[in-house]
């Protein structure tokens, strides 16, 4: 997304290309086959596949353009999941739709729903994250709420029960200022800029120098001072207060960015970036923003999500992109 409020995505020839019919968004995310925009009059948008209902609109219907999700409006911060998307209205209600199964949309059951339902028991949020199959939610107390699949104890709730409405996650006793959502792991960034992961630890994303998996918060070790925080499948990253970006976790295509396809159990710098404010983390890659508004990119290539043109099939350093 651009200043100017214009969001641009990558067509079937892997450039860079404005989404149609859609201006004036404050606000995007992106699922494994959809997309959000908030717009600044706080209306959703959507498109992409929408055969569970993760578009918002009352159908089950694809859409190549952006459709507006029924009878939701004062939005604030949107995510998307695997199939199923989630809203912060003004009020700090969070409202889901979409893919259910594993009861991610918070609504007391694990039915598909094709339009916005309230989230049960949540209030006072400001933030929310989603990947594949469950939700996280972060309140203006500085407390976290999960729900979902929780098959890894990625809810954080010290069991590996699945819950269809939110559950705290008690051990991290508030001041947390950022959560992201891997497939099956979660990261919590305190007000003190230290990092708290739970869940799958297969590949060392949780960054406790173990493999082991966790159904309870840990401290990821060797990093401080951060901000930011995202996470893919099986690697995560951390933006630092110096503009410094670190990862840790899986790394066969290069998505830790350090020059290397050796996965890392504790975080690691990633080479030739200084002056970054935000990062994201698809399933395999890696992005970053840097002050001066370039966009970097690194990891797997293969459909050419790295937005870099040619015929490239990974890069394990940081590139920038060819978004202009």
Known sequence: MRPNGIVWGTDSNSNSAPVPELIGAVAVADGEAHSLALRYDGTVWSWGSNGYGALGDGTLIDSAVPVQAQGLDGVVAVAAGSFYSLAVRYDGTVWAWGYNAYGQLGD??????FVPVQVQGLDGVVAVAANYSHSLALRSDGTVWAWGDNSSGQLGDG??????????????????????????????VRSDGSV??????????????????RSVPGRVQGVGGVVAVAAGVSHSLAVRSDGSVWAWGANYRGQLGDGTTSERSVPGQVQGLSGVVAVGAGFNHSLAVS????????GDNSYGQLGVGGATSYSTTAIPSSLY
Not at 108 to 113: A, I, K, L, N, S
């Open 196 to 213: 708290w992961t739970w869940g799958a630890n297969y590949r060392g994303q949780l960054g406790d120098g173990t493999t082991s998996s």
């Open 108 to 113: 007391g059951t694990t039915d598909e729903r």
């Open 159 to 188: 069991t590996t029960s699945s819950r269809s409405v939110p559950v705290p996650v008690p051990w991290l006793n508030g001041g947390v200022v950022a959560v992201a959502a891997g497939v099956s792991h979660s990261l919590a």
């Open 291 to 298: 002050s001066d508004g370039t966009a970097w990119a690194w």
